[in-house]
């Protein structure tokens, strides 16, 4: 009786969470509060597998090819990672090199095939015309707002991601609903809108500014991920710079390891900002997620099931997104490839129940 009544308890938490999970986005389209409902709902059966650029190139192919983690799982991971930088240019690929045609074509088939779209941003500096990580000037966030020098220029940024956004829609002519992770690893100071490089307040007005840019234009089929960098002590550090639950529905943070000796580090550090986390996803009826990890070169052959697996398994997250596997940087891998030392490890975890590939959410 007693078992009863805890499983009942469970599941009336569960709906209500359900139900009090909303895009923060009050003209969210139908198909993004559904997709916020499918991101809950998939925590009750486990935690779904995202890879950064999967379909568009891997460890030793480009362009044409299948996915690394299809060739070594037996199945698609479930969240697609994608990156729109260099898109504010008007440039026709991307900074990693996927054309921007053939993403979208993928962002399709991804959600033809009930899989979900992440889409992060290395967005150039607007003030010296150089890259993400041009960290020259700490006046470039306060440039790009408005009354700033570079507002024009940021603005027409913002358009054409604005138009990107707008130009995923499926086969009804419906707009495809995704995850946008804009303005992430703040908490470091290496991208031009890190923390030491522009005020509080000017960070959050950035994020401000992004979104209703947006909606301004008619974007709503987007739910938006706020991701700190790696290490975090507390809830006060978490939250210092967090542009609001009206605007964000996803928070989580992203976290590395680094070489084998990286392991306990990497354990402690994954539980202490899961600890910080998971309350305030709860009490903000946010979705928590792992925004980005791996082991760059994989050294651990037993990763997977031995620190991964064991490191994240307890935590009610949606998702954990692995990095990429550049076709054109040998070691910069995250995820297995035929003949990789990691293979037989990669299948094992894809065995367990709880771990959600593509086929687990259909
Ligand atoms: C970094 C590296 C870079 C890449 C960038 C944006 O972590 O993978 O090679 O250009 O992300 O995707």
């Not at 969210?28 to 890879?51: F, N």
Request: with cysteine; net charge negative.
């Amino acid at each position: 009786m007693k078992n009863i009544l805890l499983i009942l308890i469970c599941f009336l938490g569960f709906f209500a969470q359900l139900s009090a999970q909303k895009p923060a986005d009050t003209k969210a389209t139908k198909a993004v509060v559904d997709l916020s409902k499918k991101l809950v709902s998939t925590i009750q059966k486990g935690i779904m597998i995202g890879h950064q650029d999967d379909l568009a190139y891997g460890h030793s192919w480009n362009s044409e090819g299948v996915s690394d983690v299809k060739q070594t799982a037996g199945d698609f991971p479930a969240v697609f990672g994608w990156e729109l930088g260099d898109l504010e240019l008007g440039n026709p690929a991307s900074l990693d090199g996927v054309v921007f045609v053939n993403m979208k074509n993928k962002i399709k088939w991804v959600y033809d095939n009930g899989g979900i779209n992440e889409i992060s941003w290395h967005c150039n500096n607007p003030l010296t015309g150089k890259n993400a990580w041009d960290v020259s000037s700490k006046l470039v966030v306060k440039s790009v707002l408005p009354g700033g020098g570079k507002n024009e220029v940021f603005v027409k940024m913002l358009d054409r991601v604005a138009d990107f956004l707008l130009s995923l829609k499926d086969e009804k002519g419906e707009l495809i609903p995704v995850i946008f992770r804009p303005w992430h690893e703040h908490t470091g100071s290496w991208f031009w809108w890190g923390q030491n490089l522009c005020s509080k307040d000017e960070y959050i007005a950035l994020w401000k500014y992004t979104v209703n840019h947006f909606q301004a234009k008619g974007v709503h089929n987007v739910l938006y991920a706020y991701s700190t960098g790696s290490g975090l002590k507390s809830a006060n550090e978490y939250l210092e710079r967090y542009p609001g639950d009206e605007i964000v529905d996803l928070i989580g943070f992203d976290e590395y390891q680094g070489g084998i000796a990286g392991k306990d580090r990497y354990l402690k550090s994954i539980s202490q900002e899961m600890s910080i986390i998971l309350p305030l996803a709860k009490e903000r009826h946010k979705i928590a997620i792992l925004s980005e990890t791996g082991s760059e070169s994989l050294p651990d052959s037993k990763w997977w099931t031995g620190t991964l697996w064991p490191a994240i398994k307890d935590y009610p997250i949606a998702y954990v997104l692995f990095w990429r596997n550049a076709h054109d940087k040998p070691t910069h891998y995250y995820m297995p490839f035929p003949g990789e030392a990691s293979v037989s490890d990669f299948k094992e975890f894809e065995k367990i129940d709880r771990t959600l590939f593509l086929k687990d959410i259909q």
